[in-house]
């Protein structure tokens, strides 16, 4: 168990709509980051927060989301979903602030959304 | 684009063997990590090797770091079922992300 916890596990939903996706990171961690795990694309990093602030951003799409909240969880949401969004979406935390101190991330078991 | 590039794709061997996984990235690091993911599930932290290190150990588990070569290197000694999984370098960089290659896929045989 690596202390990091995502919710919803799995997820199905039409294309169009919206949701949102959970993680708590593991206790004391002030980092978080968000990867998304597809076949043809690999595990691709989002976006990256630190104790709140955003860090640094990757291929996230404008119709994805995120923030990092004063209890340090965060959500990553999901609008105007098509096809091509479904995947696993993994959420990590890291005691380190990132960059050249980025450290062994803590990866949650994920969340697996299916766009039918 | 990915930064590392694992290879080979897949591997399958018996148990008892060794495995041997090599990982090419482009531009300069800080650091180098591995990590294993069991099918559908979460990844998990194998071992961190920085620049100014070029062999680790971890029980079963070698790592060597050649810079010169932007190239590393994960060894896993007289493998068992249970190391069947999904291996992934990992890259440091200055610009705070962590990526990640595609992996290599490794099958053990009974």
């Known amino acids: 168990d690596s202390g990091v916890t995502q919710t919803p596990k799995h997820l199905i939903t039409a294309t169009g709509q919206r949701v949102t996706l959970r993680c708590s990171p593991r206790?004391?961690?002030?980092?978080v980051y968000w990867y998304q795990q597809s076949l043809d694309q690999g595990l691709q990093f989002l976006i990256q927060?630190?104790?709140?602030?955003?860090?640094a951003k990757g291929n996230i799409l404008e119709r994805f989301s995120a923030q990092q909240f004063p209890d340090l969880h965060s959500e990553l949401n999901l609008s105007s979903l098509e096809l091509g969004d479904s995947a696993l979406y993994f959420c990590?935390?890291?005691?380190?602030?990132?960059?050249?101190?980025?450290?062994?991330?803590?990866f949650g078991e994920g969340s697996r959304l299916t766009v039918l | 684009s990915q930064q590392g590039e694992e290879d080979p794709q897949a591997l399958s061997i018996q148990e008892g063997e060794n495995a041997t996984m090599n990982c090419s990235y482009k531009?300069?690091?800080?650091?180098l990590q591995w990590y294993r993911q069991n099918s559908g599930r979460g990844l998990v932290h194998l071992i961190l090797?920085?620049?100014?290190?070029r062999e680790k150990h971890s029980g079963r588990l070698r790592v060597t770091l050649d810079t010169s070569k932007k190239s590393s290197s994960l060894l896993i000694t007289a493998s068992r079922a249970a190391d069947t999984a999904s291996y992934f370098c990992?890259?440091?960089?200055?610009?705070?992300?962590?990526?990640f290659g595609a992996g290599t896929t490794v099958t053990v045989r009974a």
């Open positions: 927060y630190y104790n709140g602030e955003e860090r």
């Open positions: 531009t300069s690091i800080n650091n």
């Open positions: 990992a890259t440091g960089l200055n610009d705070y992300k962590l990526s």
């Open positions: 990590a935390s890291s005691a380190a602030s990132g960059g050249p101190n980025t450290g062994e991330l803590f």
């Open positions: 206790s004391g961690d002030l980092s």
């Open positions: 090797i920085r620049s100014n290190e």
